[in-house]
């Protein structure tokens, strides 16, 4: 069973940064693409961010293209969000996937692994 496991989510002004950190617990996944989610209450998950396994190609949604940096540290085993320029609209929970594949995709099903969601609150 693999499990994700993410954290820095947190209640910050808007304008201001926060890192969130993604670390499998469990069996961990040979060379995974990871991917970055979010979700307000009522609405549809939606694709943030993604990674390849290399860290060699990056994904955006428009939204945060210049704002948000996705990276990782295979050594670590460990994917970050670094959220710049935090808006209010920003606010949801947001979630750490993995494929099982090393491109990744912008589709939901095209992870296999989930964490528990982290909360990210920006205030106006």
């Known amino acids: 069973q693999v499990q994700l496991v993410e954290s820095g989510g947190g209640l910050v002004q808007a304008g201001g940064s926060l890192r969130l950190s993604c670390v499998p617990a469990g069996r961990t996944l040979r060379r995974p693409a990871m991917g970055w989610f979010r979700q307000a209450p009522g609405k549809k998950r939606e694709f943030v961010a993604a990674i390849n396994w290399s860290g060699g190609s990056t994904y955006y949604t428009d939204s945060v293209k210049g704002r948000f940096t996705v990276s990782r540290d295979n050594a670590k085993n460990t994917v970050f969000l670094q959220m710049n320029s935090l808006k209010p609209e920003d606010t949801d929970v947001y979630y750490c996937?993995?494929?099982?594949?090393?491109?990744?995709?912008?589709?939901?099903?095209?992870?296999?692994?989930w964490g528990q969601g982290t909360q990210v609150t920006v205030s106006s």
């Open positions: 996937a993995a494929a099982s594949t090393e491109v990744p995709g912008t589709g939901e099903y095209e992870y296999d692994y």
